[in-house]
């Protein structure tokens, strides 16, 4: 890493711990995550061969307010789309943050949506993105956002970054290109050991 710029992570909101292989050791689930997973420990995957989990911040910049009839799809499926996230192959932690509160607001703009998590891998993460209800929620994007742009990056196993450190490695990865800050799926660093 650069060293300087960015701090290591330590907060520890969310709604699960790790083991040492990025493991999920236990979990807080929503109501909707009940529905979703049959059993937290059924879904965990096998360790890692590394110490080493992928944290994704991303933003999207809603077309029309919260609350707005335009919206509303959109609200109504944050909740269960957090669920599914939760209840995903390799998932480990997601920040607590709620959308729809404006408690956290890092960009100063109440139509900028965040989103903060940490997977086991890569692959984990794109398989939760690409496929199954995510997918579904994600081919409608168009719907209600503007714009948006993804930010990747390594982290320890027992890092939780924060959504100012998301904010600033996703400005770092826009304005720099990829580089072990921050890069996206198609552009993608190898950890630094």
Not at 141 to 167: C, H, M, Q, Y
Request: charged share 25%.
């Amino acid at each position: 890493m650069d060293g300087g710029s960015i701090p290591p992570s330590s907060t520890t909101w969310g709604v699960s711990e790790i083991t040492p292989n990025c493991q999920p050791s236990r979990s807080v689930f929503s109501p909707y995550s009940a529905r979703v997973a049959q059993s937290s420990v059924e879904r965990i995957a096998a360790p890692t061969s590394h110490p080493r989990c992928i944290a994704q911040f991303n933003i999207a910049r809603l077309r029309h307010p919260l609350g707005h009839e335009l919206t509303k799809p959109f609200e109504d499926l944050i909740d269960e789309t957090n669920a599914h996230a939760e209840a995903s192959l390799g998932f480990v932690w997601r920040h607590g943050i709620d959308t729809r509160s404006p408690d956290e607001d890092v960009y100063g703009d109440p139509l900028m949506t965040v989103n903060l998590s940490v997977w086991q891998s890569i692959d984990h993460l794109k398989n939760y993105v690409y496929r199954g209800f995510h997918r579904d929620v994600f081919r409608r994007r168009k719907e209600w956002f503007d714009s948006s742009a993804v930010v990747l990056w390594w982290v320890d196993i027992t890092e939780r970054p924060t959504l100012e450190e998301g904010k600033r490695r996703l400005d770092h990865y826009l304005v720099n290109g990829a580089s072990d800050v921050g890069f996206g799926f198609r552009d993608v660093v190898a950890p630094i050991d």
